[in-house]
């Protein structure tokens, strides 16, 4: 089917490789993170969130790999949390406690202006477009649901957050699991066929797929270049522009 073609009730948007740079990601907001990590958790330490968090980190298996790294018995305090969280954040882990613990980091950032979110030039225009023309948008994207809201909140082309209708995380489940699709489509209240699903990764598009979801890949600059097996499995566009005549079907 030509992508002049196609239709949806609701566009699912990945967010890092797909309405917004990888570099973005791993050039500003990584290291946001691990520079404010230990401020922010020492100033919250005694708050249930942050408490939550602690524990959830500490049962992840990768705290029993990083602990026998070190050379003596760690006390629990904000700076071991934050070097546990630099190390997480080093293997681009997308474990749950750590992206509500970014999340929360980040807000500051985006409050004082020091972030504003990076969004490709065409996506304000097709979030309009695709709105305009009675589709939803949702998003779905490893990043913390707060964490979500805030880039499209102060992004750089503006606040997109009132086009989007709906914000998926890791609660709903991995994104290279069929499930967490049909979780989404149920939430959603839409049968799986009438979302179009854009991401940059294969796996989550095939993923998706076999959730009966359409799916179309991003091949945006600085992405993980796709190859012919992915090429000649599901649809690719560079940008949003060819995917904006979208209708209803
Ligand atoms: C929600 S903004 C932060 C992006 C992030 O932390 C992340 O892991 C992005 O992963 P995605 O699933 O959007 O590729
Ligand atoms: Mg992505």
């Not at 500490?58 to 969280?85: C, K, V």
């Not at 630099?86 to 681009?92: A, G, M, S, T």
């Not at 992206?99 to 065409?122: C, F, N, P, R």
């Not at 997109?160 to 489509?185: C, M, N, W």
């Amino acid at each position: 089917m030509a992508l002049t073609d196609l239709s949806a009730k609701v566009v699912l948007v990945d967010i890092e490789g797909t309405t917004t740079s990888i570099s973005f990601v791993h050039d500003v907001l990584f290291p946001y993170a691990k520079a404010n990590a230990e401020q922010y958790l020492s100033e919250t330490w005694e708050t249930d969130d942050t408490k939550k968090i602690v524990e959830e980190l500490q049962q992840l298996p990768h705290y029993t790999e990083y602990a026998s790294t070190l050379e003596t018995r760690p006390e629990i305090n904000a700076a071991h949390i934050a070097d546990f969280s630099r190390y997480l954040i080093e293997k681009d882990l997308k474990v749950t406690p750590l992206k509500t613990l970014q999340g929360h980091i980040w807000a500051k950032g985006y409050a004082s202006g020091e972030l504003k979110g990076h969004v490709y030039e065409d996506v304000a225009v097709a979030f309009q477009t695709w709105s305009d023309a009675g589709l939803r948008i949702a998003v779905y994207s490893s990043g913390s649901v707060a964490a979500q809201k805030l880039i499209f909140q102060h992004s750089i082309a503006g606040d997109l957050l009132p086009l989007l209708s709906a914000h998926f995380d890791t609660h709903v489940g991995h994104k290279q699991q069929t499930e967490s699709y049909t979780r989404i489509a149920e939430s959603l209240e839409v049968e799986p066929q009438h979302v179009l699903f854009l991401t940059d990764v294969p796996a989550e598009a095939s993923a998706a797929r076999d959730a009966g979801m359409q799916t179309v890949l991003l091949a945006r600059p600085g992405n993980a270049p796709l190859t012919a097996e992915h090429t000649s499995a599901f649809p690719v566009v560079t940008n949003f522009v060819a995917l904006q005549s979208l209708k209803q079907p």
